[in-house]
């Protein structure tokens, strides 16, 4: 099948893929050299998993901060200067050559800088497609410890527009949309993406693997059946240099159907076990059928609109690039906190 030609059903990879931290690399130049050896390596691993999975392999989704780890109470430029890659920079380029020489569609969680707003970074998933051109940019909205647009919303808004906040990309393998980490417990993020025809979740994570059904297991569950959409969840395959257990991150890659199914599930270490088709013409079929369990065009959103509109809960634009730390997110959670204690709603 020509690689230009839209898909009817194709296969993805969750790819299960351990992450090396730079935390403790003794420079900021030693922690790029370190970068660019874990891009090698995926590289690699990218065109394995492919020439294993099969030719009919079109999409491959890579864990959460898989180049770097997370910051460890780094000051914003520090961290700025030793993980996070400008758009447009080598290692985007390096990325974009795996896309391009594996001939996929490939999706990539890490953190950037944005020459709009110095001093701070962004938690991005990108996807590049099979010509290694961008064609999906999403910086996670919801961060516990990390900028995000909602932060600076007003700034913002004013460069990038309402449509930079749920991008999603149509294209010939479906319209494909990102969602970060955590936020696949946020479900209004996935219900935006949907509401713009996103078909298929590309959910990049790092999370301890369980058996039960733990919190982000619920939830990808979730997703897939209120939106009747494929969620294609890629956790790493243990997590090493900040300290932790590596396993504390490891483990349970698993592509959900749009019926909540899981199709495909890796256990732990690294691995591409978490590899399943993807049937689009299943979940358009699926979407256009009227009867019960299409829940997507049974939404009211009118009925929900007002108490939206009218509630605060977490403010935005409480960040100031270059004044804020680290110290700013917690102390604003607990004054939301107190607020709606006070206000009885908690």
Not at 124 to 130: E, R, Y
Not at 211 to 230: D, F, H, T, W
Not at 321 to 344: C, K, M, S, W
Request: aromatic share 8%.
């Amino acid at each position: 099948m020509s690689q230009d030609l839209p898909a009817t059903a194709y296969r993805a990879v969750a790819l299960q893929t351990a992450c090396h931290a730079v935390n403790r690399a003794e420079s900021a130049a030693a922690a790029r050299d370190q970068i660019r050896s874990a891009i090698d390596r995926v590289h690699e691993q990218v065109v394995a998993s492919k020439r294993f999975v099969g030719p009919g392999t079109r999409l491959v989704v890579l864990p959460e901060y898989l180049l770097t780890g997370h910051p460890i109470g780094e000051p914003f430029q520090e961290w700025c200067d030793r993980a996070a890659l400008a758009p447009g920079g080598p290692e985007y380029a390096r990325l974009a050559d795996i896309a391009e020489d594996a001939g996929v569609f490939l999706c990539v969680n890490g953190y950037e800088t944005d020459e709009h707003f110095p001093g701070i970074y962004f938690q991005a998933s990108v996807v590049f497609d099979p010509a290694g051109e961008t064609v999906l940019r999403y910086r996670r909205l919801n961060s516990m410890y990390a900028v995000t647009p909602h932060d600076i919303l007003d700034r913002y808004l004013a460069v990038y527009g309402e449509d930079s906040l749920f991008p999603v990309a149509r294209t010939e393998i479906g319209t494909l949309a990102a969602i970060a980490s955590e936020e696949i417990l946020f479900p209004e993020v996935a219900r935006c993406l949907a509401m713009r025809g996103a078909e298929v979740f590309l959910h990049s994570s790092s999370e301890v693997c369980s058996a039960l059904l733990s919190p982000k297991n619920v939830a990808k569950l979730a997703r897939a059946v209120e939106n009747g959409a494929y969620v294609v969840s890629a956790n790493t395959g243990g997590l090493y240099g900040t300290g932790m257990p590596a396993a504390s991150g490891d483990g349970g890659s698993q592509i959900v159907d749009h019926r909540g199914i899981v199709l495909a599930k890796a256990g732990q270490g690294e691995s591409m076990a978490a590899n399943a088709e993807i049937d689009l013409a299943a979940v358009r079929r699926a979407r256009r059928t009227p009867e019960m369990m299409n829940l997507l065009p049974r939404q009211r959103f009118e009925l929900y609109a007002s108490s939206y509109a009218r509630t605060s809960f977490y403010p935005p634009d409480t960040v100031r690039p270059g004044e804020t730390g680290r110290e700013h997110f917690v102390n604003t959670q607990r004054a939301v906190i107190e607020r709606l204690a006070g206000d009885g709603l908690i």
